[in-house]
């Protein structure tokens, strides 16, 4: 990932001299909240829904957060990807900085190996997308170090909840609809899951850690990986990759992407916005 442009309480900075104070409780504690946003040939993807689940996390650590404020950086920075690929990186600090970065999107592997990690979540932050990121790096650590490249976080009593970053959905028995852990599991109400949910068959169930010895296809999702098919759960090989209901949702979430960012470029030349 390089840093193409910054943004800093909407004034636009060098990437080398981009700076907030130490003092910034963002920075010493952890304390703030941030959304990751895409572009597809220089339009962003779900906007409005990711300032509201921005906003949501705010309240929930009562951070004043300015959403209009927001919009109108990724929008500059939107502005100024000529067209390309991209991610626009935004992030409010209890010090009361407003970040936004241009970023380039990291390469993705074509399929990921998944290790289960113990992982109680932390009641008051559910559902809230913070700067608090310690715990998920460490699981994604120690997931490698059991041979994986990433953490599935399974609660003490057995329950799947989600990566580190992404959601996960499964495939058990072929004719059935795909299974994903529900929101009241304490998990982050990820967007791209959101949007899977409306485009292909899935039912939103618990799902115990003893259930994953008989998962036939599986995949995480987010705003960086989309759709990526799993092969190995906790060492052992997933048979098809990626599986039919897999590649099913790939095809409905690039569709739907493609009718998305062309209907939103249509809306905003309508409106007397340049294209971007």
């Known amino acids: 990932m390089t840093v193409l442009r910054v943004r800093i309480d909407g004034q636009p900075r060098a990437v080398e001299d981009a700076v907030i104070p130490v003092t910034d409780e963002g920075l010493l504690r952890g304390d703030g909240v941030f959304e990751v946003l895409r572009l597809y040939a220089g339009r962003v993807f779900a906007l409005d829904q990711h300032l509201e689940r921005m906003e949501r996390s ?43 970065l241009l970023e380039t999107v990291p390469p993705m592997p074509a399929t990921v190996r998944l290790a289960t990690v113990t992982f109680s979540p932390s009641g008051p932050l559910d559902g ?61 109400d990820s967007i791209t899951r959101r949007r899977l949910i409306g485009l292909v068959p899935v039912v939103e169930r618990p799902v115990h850690a003893a259930e994953l010895r008989h998962v036939e296809e599986a995949f995480v999702a987010s705003t960086l990986r989309e759709v990526l098919p799993v092969r190995a759960i906790d060492g052992r090989a997933i048979g098809r990759v990626p599986g039919p209901r897999t590649s099913d949702a790939e095809r409905a979430f690039s569709a739907h992407v493609a009718q998305q960012t062309a209907t939103f470029a249509a809306t905003t030349v309508g409106e007397g916005r340049a294209p971007a």
């Open 58 to 100: 705010a309240d929930g650590l009562r951070l004043p957060f300015d959403a209009a404020a927001a919009r109108e950086d990724v929008e500059v920075l939107e502005a100024t990807a000529d067209g390309a690929d991209a991610i626009v990186r935004l992030v409010s600090t209890r010090g009361g900085r407003r970040i936004a």
């Open 128 to 188: 809230c997308k913070t700067l608090s990121y310690a715990a998920n790096a460490l699981a994604t650590r120690l997931a490698i170090e059991d041979g994986a490249d990433q953490a599935l976080f399974v609660r003490p009593d057995g329950d799947v909840l989600e990566g580190p970053n992404f959601a996960v959905f499964l495939g058990f028995a072929a004719d059935a609809p795909l299974v994903t852990p529900p929101l009241s599991a304490g998990i982050l």
